[in-house]
């Protein structure tokens, strides 16, 4: 089966622009992460979607951040006004269950900010 | 909160020597611990992970990893190293509860060299 899908694999824009990122998680697999990788910061955790609950926002860096999930499925994140120190990798993951709570990886966006 | 640290930021090794990658954390709380593998320009990998049981635990690829509770480690080893096991080796962490987001170390640099 397919594994977890993100585009574009690579997004150049300039400073100021709105970019928005897709992950396309598992078919069944019920909550959904954002992370982002930066050379600065490491791995990050970001926003985390599951089911019809609330997100957890915890993770943005910014209210520049934003994501949504529709359909307990697809999700998208928007970074508005874009900045250099938002150039990294963001990686999307999605899991099964809870209870077994083995987080399937996308490629990756890796956003660059000119 | 929880944080990890991975002592070894580079390991170098030659092929078919064994090697042990360090990885201890903190948390107030029981967690659950995995080992990831990112080749280059690729996703993240799950290499194993425990969630309770025997505190030795059998991933992909020949690697092992033994949780150790009183020291608050979980190092990831392998008898025998192969020049395709280079790659760079994350260890996190998260919560039994709620989002269950990862907490990574920084990252292990794995060069295997003929």
């Known amino acids: 089966g397919a594994g977890v899908s993100q585009s574009p694999s690579n997004k150049v824009t300039e400073k100021g622009k709105d970019v928005e990122l897709r992950c396309d998680p598992i078919s069944g697999h019920t909550a959904l992460y954002w992370y982002r990788q930066s050379l600065g910061q490491g791995l990050e955790f970001l926003i985390y979607?599951?089911?019809?609950?609330?997100?957890?926002k915890s993770g943005l860096p910014s209210d520049r951040f934003s994501a949504e999930r529709t359909g307990g499925s697809v999700s998208t994140l928007t970074i508005q006004r874009t900045q250099q120190e938002d150039s990294a990798v963001y990686l999307c993951?999605?899991?099964?269950?809870?209870?077994?709570?083995?987080?399937?990886f996308g490629p990756g966006t890796r956003l660059t900010v000119l | 909160a929880q944080s990890v640290t991975q002592l070894d930021s580079q390991v170098p090794v030659f092929e078919e020597a064994p090697v042990e990658l360090r990885c201890n954390y903190s948390s107030s709380v029981s967690v659950y611990l995995f080992w990831y593998v990112q080749y280059p320009n690729q996703g993240l990998q799950l290499l194993l992970k425990y969630l309770s049981g025997s505190t030795l635990v059998k991933g992909i690829n020949g690697f092992e990893a033994e949780f150790n509770k009183s020291q608050t480690s979980f190092h990831l080893r392998k008898p025998s190293v192969h020049i395709s096991d280079t790659a760079e080796y994350f260890c996190?962490?998260?919560?039994?509860?709620?989002?269950?987001?990862?907490?990574f170390g920084q990252g292990t640099r794995l060069t295997i060299n003929p």
């Open positions: 979607f599951q089911g019809n609950s609330a997100p957890d």
């Open positions: 993951a999605s899991i099964r269950s809870r209870e077994i709570n083995e987080q399937f």
């Open positions: 996190a962490v998260s919560w039994r509860q709620g989002a269950q987001k990862l907490v």
